[in-house]
C-alpha cells in the first residue's frame, strides 16, 4: 500500500564519520567467532524508527526490529512481524469495503508473530500497532511516511496479536505495510508532545534500553558518529544468530575503511554501507585470499536533483542540456568496469515495469549546445556561457564529503559541464548536514546523492505536487525538488489503484516517459554493491533493494 512510497537517502557515495581505535573490539577468525565486527561508512543520524530514512539506520535496525512486511531476497512482498502468509482477497484476509464518501476501501487483518516480545519481556501486542499508527499520524511527530498513516482511517483490534486495518483506498500493494512498531509501554511518555517527540524518544536518550528491541540482537551501546554494539537479545522468538556480539564501527573514509579490513578492525564491510563499486574492483585485483568479493546490482538510484525554484533550472532546456552534457557511459567504463550503466529515469531495468523503449538522452554535447542557445544562454565568455543580461550560467553542485572516488565522480560531471560552458562549484557537506539541507530545500542548485526502493515503488512521496517539504508539513515529504506536474500526479493516482499487471504496466511506461520529457532530477545510474566478507563468513543474502540483508542476520553462517 502507500508504506512502499517510502525511500532511503543514501549518500553519493562513502560518507564522513569517525573511526575508533581498533582494540574495542576483536575481530573473529575462522576459528573463533564470537564476535563479528561489520565497518560501515557513516553512523546512523538517528536511531528513532519513524524518523529520518537512511540507510545507516536501517542497516542497524534490521538486526533489532522486524518489520510488519518486507521485500525479499526475490524482491517478493511477505510477512516479517506478522505470521502465517500475507493477507489477499484471495485468501479472504483483505476485504473490500464500502467507505462513507462512496469510494471503496480495504480491511485488511493480520495477526502479529504469536511470541514477538521486547527485550524487557514485554509481548509485543496490537497496543503498540494503535500506539505508533496515533503517534505517526500527527505531523509534529515528523514521520517520514505521513501519507501511509493518514490513509489507515482506523484500527480495530481483535485480540493481543490480531487487528484489522482499514485503509481508504485498494491499491496494488495493499497488503505490504511499512511498518515498524514502537514499544508503546516505553514511548508513551516521550510523545505526549509530539513536536518534541524526536529529541525525547528513548532511541535517541537510552538507545540501549532493551525494551526498544525485538529482533535477533539488541543494541547495549551506541556512541554517536562511533560505534554501535549489539547482543543477543534473549526474547528473539526466531533461530537463534550465530554471534553472540556483533559491533558496527563507523569509518571515516575509503581508505581507512579498507586498511582496517586488512589490518583486522573490522571483519566484513556489507554492500549497503560499505566500499562504493570502483573501490570494490581495485580490492577484488589484489586478490587477497582472506576475502570474498560479490556484487549485487540494486534499486538504489543515483542522481542529480534539481531545485527547481532556481530561475535557471526552472527552463526545461537547460535540464535536458545538463543531462545530454554528461558522458555518462565513459563513467561507467573508466570508474565502475561498466557495472553501472547509465539510468534512463528512477526505474531500474531489473524491475518489471521498466519500459526498454523509453525515452534516453546519450551524451550528446552539440544538442544540448543547441538547446542553450534557444534558452538564451548564448554568449561565451572565459569559457562561460551568459544570458543578454550578462548573468553567466553558473551552478553549485552540493554532495557528502568524505571519499576519494566519490569526488572524483563529481570533478567528471563538473568538468563534463565546464565542456559546455557551464560553471559548476561544487560544495561537499558530511553526510548528515547534506541530509538535512536537502530535506529543508536548502540547496539552491543541484544536490547529488541516491535513493534506495522497493520493487515497484511508487515514487509519490518524491514527485507528486503535494509532498514538497515544507514548515507547514514539519518537513516530513521527499519531493526536494519542488516538482510540480498535475499530469504525473494523475499518473501517480492511476498506478497505485490498478491492480490489473499489464494496464499498470502502461501507466508505468507513460509515467517513465512523463519524467524523462520533464527531467526533475539528472538520471546517472543503479549502483552494483559489493559485498566484501571473509572467507568463513556465509549466509549474506543481498537483496538489491531498501530492505537491507541485516533483516535476515539469524541465517548468516560460519564455516567450521
Known amino acids: 500500500m502507500a508504506g512502499m512510497n517510502r525511500r532511503i537517502k543514501l549518500a553519493g557515495w562513502l560518507t564522513a564519520a569517525f573511526c575508533i581505535p581498533l582494540a574495542l573490539a576483536r575481530p573473529a577468525a575462522a576459528a573463533d567467532h564470537d564476535t563479528l565486527t561489520i565497518g560501515v561508512s557513516t553512523y546512523p543520524p538517528t536511531l528513532t524508527p519513524l524518523i529520518d530514512p537512511t540507510a545507516a539506520k536501517s542497516y542497524v535496525l534490521g538486526f533489532v526490529l522486524r518489520p510488519l512486511t518486507a521485500y525479499d531476497a526475490d524482491w517478493q512482498p511477505i510477512c516479517m512481524l506478522c505470521s502465517g502468509p500475507l493477507p489477499t482477497l484471495e485468501n479472504g484476509k483483505a476485504v473490500r469495503e464500502d467507505r462513507p464518501d462512496g469510494k471503496h476501501g480495504i480491511a485488511i487483518t493480520y495477526t502479529l ?68 512498531l514502537l514499544p508503546a509501554h516505553l514511548e508513551q511518555a516521550a510523545a505526549e508532545d509530539p513536536a518534541q517527540y524526536h529529541t525525547r524518544t528513548l532511541y535517541e536518550t537510552q538507545p540501549s534500553n532493551p525494551g526498544l528491541y525485538f529482533g ?21 522468538y526466531g533461530k537463534q544468530p550465530v554471534f553472540r556480539r556483533i559491533v558496527i564501527r563507523a569509518i571515516e573514509n575509503s581508505a581507512a575503511l579498507e586498511s582496517n ?43 542529480v536533483d534539481l ?48 519500459d526498454p523503449d523509453g525515452l534516453k538522452y546519450p551524451y550528446d554535447p552539440q544538442g544540448a549546445a543547441r538547446l542553450l542557445d534557444e534558452a538564451g544562454w548564448s554568449m561565451m565568455r572565459n569559457g562561460v556561457r551568459h544570458n543578454a543580461a550578462g548573468q553567466p550560467l553558473s551552478l553549485e553542485l552540493m554532495g557528502a564529503s568524505g571519499n576519494r572516488s566519490g ?28 541530509f538535512d539541507n536537502i530535506q529543508h530545500r536548502r540547496f539552491p542548485g543541484m544536490s547529488i546523492f541516491a535513493w534506495g526502493s522497493a520493487p515497484e515503488n511508487v515514487p509519490r512521496t518524491i514527485l507528486r505536487s503535494d509532498q514538497i517539504p515544507s514548515e507547514a508539513n514539519h518537513w516530513t515529504s521527499q519531493n526536494d525538488t519542488g516538482f510540480k ?40 545510474y543503479f549502483r552494483s554493491t559489493p559485498f566484501i566478507r ?8 543481498p537483496t ?3 530492505f537491507p540483508s541485516s533483516l535476515w542476520v539469524e541465517d548468516w553462517t560460519v564455516a567450521p
Request: aromatic share 8%.
Open 113 to 180: 508473530q504469536p511470541k514477538a516480545t521486547w527485550g524487557d519481556g514485554t509481548p509485543v501486542t496490537t497496543r503498540d500497532v494503535r500506539f505508533t499508527w496515533e503517534l505517526a499520524r500527527e505531523p509534529k511527530t515528523g514521520a517520514t511516511n505521513l501519507e501511509q498513516f493518514k490513509r489507515i482511517t482506523a484500527i480495530d483490534v481483535t485480540d493481543d496479536k490480531t487487528f484489522t486495518l482499514h485503509v481508504d483506498r485498494v491499491d496494488f500493494q495493499y497488503n505490504v505495510i511499512d511498518l515498524e
Open 544 to 546: 538489491g533493494h531498501m
Open 485 to 524: 506536474d498535475p499530469e504525473t500526479d494523475r499518473l501517480l493516482d492511476a498506478i497505485e489503484i490498478e491492480l490489473d499487471r499489464d494496464k499498470r504496466a502502461a501507466l508505468w511506461h507513460r509515467l517513465q516517459r512523463r519524467y524523462a520529457e520533464l527531467l526533475p532530477v539528472l538520471p546517472l
Open 216 to 236: 535477533p540482537y539488541r543494541i547495549t551501546e551506541a556512541v554517536s558518529g562511533s560505534h554501535i554494539v549489539l547482543e543477543r537479545n534473549p526474547t528473539w
Open 534 to 541: 571473509p572467507t568463513w563468513l556465509g549466509g549474506i543474502v
Open 407 to 434: 569526488e572524483l565522480v563529481e570533478q567528471v560531471l563538473q568538468s563534463d559541464w565546464r565542456k559546455s560552458g557551464i560553471d559548476v562549484k561544487i560544495r561537499n557537506l558530511a553526510a548528515r548536514v547534506l
Open 261 to 303: 579490513l586488512l589490518s583486522g578492525g573490522v571483519d566484513y564491510l556489507p554492500g549497503e554501507l560499505g566500499l562504493s563499486l570502483d573501490q570494490g574492483l581495485a580490492f577484488e585485483k589484489r586478490r587477497d585470499a582472506r576475502f570474498a568479493v560479490s556484487y549485487k546490482p540494486s534499486l538504489i538510484y543515483s542522481h
Open 307 to 354: 531545485n527547481l525554484d532556481n530561475p535557471i533550472l526552472q527552463d526545461v532546456r537547460v535540464r535536458h542540456a545538463l543531462l545530454m552534457a554528461l558522458d555518462r557511459d565513459t563513467l561507467n567504463r573508466t570508474l565502475f568496469g561498466g557495472k553501472q550503466p547509465p539510468a534512463d529515469s528512477f526505474i531500474n531495468a531489473l524491475d518489471w515495469v521498466y
